[in-house]
């Protein structure tokens, strides 16, 4: 990146391609609309863009770049906030304690599986769907998550907890 | 009898390198992509960035320099116009009345400069434009005959009604100009020329008028009735008439005593000169309001 804030378009093009799946992922499965996830896409690369001079190589690249992508959805968020209702919280907290082998998935399919998991980070709420994705997705440890999204190490840890509960449900179900 | 799973150790394996079961799970999820126009747009911003135009946050600064281009054009501008107003040349013509030259209206002047054309050009201080010296031989020769023609018109009237040559009294009115220093000026205008037609009038008309204001000066030494005045208006209106004669001979007649003053006008009548004579007898009115007039004078001056 500081190749590039110093004129040489070859290192953004590297960072780009190393980035960009990354990062359309992140971005697809957060906000589950290709189209919105096609415009915080090049939103974020803009931005990024813009700010290359202010680029700190203290900070990892994929840091700062989940960092200005998740600022953006914060704001599409905001707009349009899905909130999780009382009984699917309490789905959630009954299953974390059903013995496990009564968990339901372990009798599905692969295909049915992955179907199920899609459906569960769509349908978890906000925070720990972020915070399950920068783990699962980016590879991300506690304190970087915690960077990105403005929490403290606990909270994210149990956001975690919290979405790995709620795809276990959905798995169930 | 299971044991429940515990959410520790779930958090344990989703934060192993592998990200444990459900991390294996989630890797099977299809891979999407950015599609190719995201990937165009991004690197032609980067490229825009670097090589093109500058960010947008930058813009002001294209209309800050804008602006201030436009302000330095403006006072440059501005100072060459400035420089333009303040040269010679500039002020000069600026500065220069516009003469139209003419040639002098007297023949035996006219003679005199088309034979010494150098010594006028010496002595004029507005020398002719060097650019096209043949180019206003036709606007002189136009001006020339209108100013000679009013000129001559003049004389003419003058002649017709002045008596014959008398010696000139002191206060008559000052002679025009020596012809020599008009005829060493061959840019003489025809504005000038009628001006100079018209200050003979305007001349007399003023002597006229002098004439009028020491005759009334005189009515009221004499009656010093308000009457009077009013009566001493009409005459001086009535100057405003045809022609009226020299102030010199109406002073010289003012000179002479009432009788010899009608007589001098009854004169005139008989000499044809009945114009002189009504201008003659309304100064005499003026002068002498009470005197009883002979039937014949009085319905000349009514």
Redesign the interface.
């Known amino acids: 990146m500081l190749a590039?804030a110093g004129?040489d378009?070859l290192a953004?093009?590297m960072l780009?391609r190393r980035h960009?799946?990354l990062?359309?992922?992140f971005l697809?499965r957060n906000l589950r609309q290709r189209a919105d996830a096609?415009e915080l896409?090049?939103e974020t690369?803009?931005r990024l863009?813009?700010a290359?001079e202010r680029y700190r190589p203290e900070a990892k690249f994929s840091t700062w770049l989940l960092q200005i992508a998740h600022n953006l959805m914060v704001d599409r968020f905001r707009r349009q906030r899905p909130q999780a209702s009382a009984e699917e919280t309490e789905t959630v907290l009954r299953n974390?304690?059903?013995?496990?082998?009564?968990?339901p998935e372990r009798a599905l399919s692969?295909f049915e599986?992955?179907r199920r998991?899609?459906l569960a980070l769509e349908e978890l709420p906000e925070e720990q769907r972020v915070a399950f994705l920068l783990?699962?997705?980016s590879?991300l440890?506690?304190d970087e998550i915690g960077e990105i999204t403005g929490a403290g190490r606990e909270t994210v840890?149990s956001r975690?907890?919290y979405a790995?509960?709620r795809?276990?449900a959905r798995l169930a179900t | 009898?299971?044991?429940?799973?515990k959410?520790?150790d779930?958090?344990e394996r989703?934060?192993a390198d592998d990200?444990g079961e459900?991390?294996a799970?989630?890797r099977?999820?299809p891979?999407?992509?950015?599609?190719r126009r995201?990937?165009r747009?991004?690197?032609n911003?980067?490229?825009r960035?670097?090589?093109g135009r500058p960010?947008?946050?930058q813009r002001w600064l294209v209309g800050l320099g804008s602006a201030a281009g436009i302000v330095l054009a403006a006072g440059v501008a501005w100072h060459v116009g400035q420089d333009a107003l303040q040269q010679p040349g500039y002020e000069r013509a600026r500065n220069a009345p516009t003469y139209v030259p003419v040639q002098p209206i007297d023949p035996s002047a006219r003679r005199k400069q088309t034979n010494a054309p150098a010594s006028a050009d010496a002595v004029s201080p507005h020398p002719a434009p060097t650019a096209a010296p043949a180019a206003p031989a036709a606007p002189i020769e136009y001006q020339h005959s209108r100013s000679a023609q009013i000129v001559d018109r003049l004389k003419k009237e003058t002649t017709a009604r002045s008596p014959p040559p008398l010696p000139p009294p002191s206060i008559a009115t000052p002679p025009p100009p020596p012809a020599p220093a008009r005829q060493s000026d061959p840019f003489f205008s025809a504005e000038n020329a009628d001006s100079a037609a018209s200050a003979a009038g305007a001349a007399k008309a003023e002597a006229k008028g002098d004439l009028a204001g020491s005759a009334a000066r005189e009515k009221e030494s004499a009656a010093g009735t308000d009457a009077s005045a009013a009566r001493a208006e009409k005459p001086a209106r009535s100057a405003t008439g045809p022609a009226p004669t020299t102030s010199a001979e109406l002073r010289r007649d003012m000179q002479l005593a009432p009788q010899d003053w009608l007589a001098h006008i009854q004169q005139l009548l008989r000499q044809g000169r009945r114009q002189q004579a009504i201008e003659s007898l309304q100064l005499f009115r003026r002068a002498h309001p009470d005197w009883q007039l002979s039937d014949d004078l009085r319905a000349l001056s009514d």
């Open positions: 590039y004129g378009l953004f093009e780009y960009r799946g990062l359309y992922r697809l096609d896409f090049q690369w803009s863009i813009a290359r974390l304690d059903a013995p496990e082998s009564e968990q692969e599986q992955r998991l899609q783990r699962i997705e590879g440890g506690l840890k975690l907890r790995l509960a795809i276990r | 009898m299971s044991t429940p799973r959410p520790d779930e958090l989703l934060l990200g459900l991390g799970l989630y099977r999820l891979r999407m992509e950015p599609p995201l990937d747009n991004v690197l911003e980067a490229a960035a670097i090589h960010p947008r946050r």
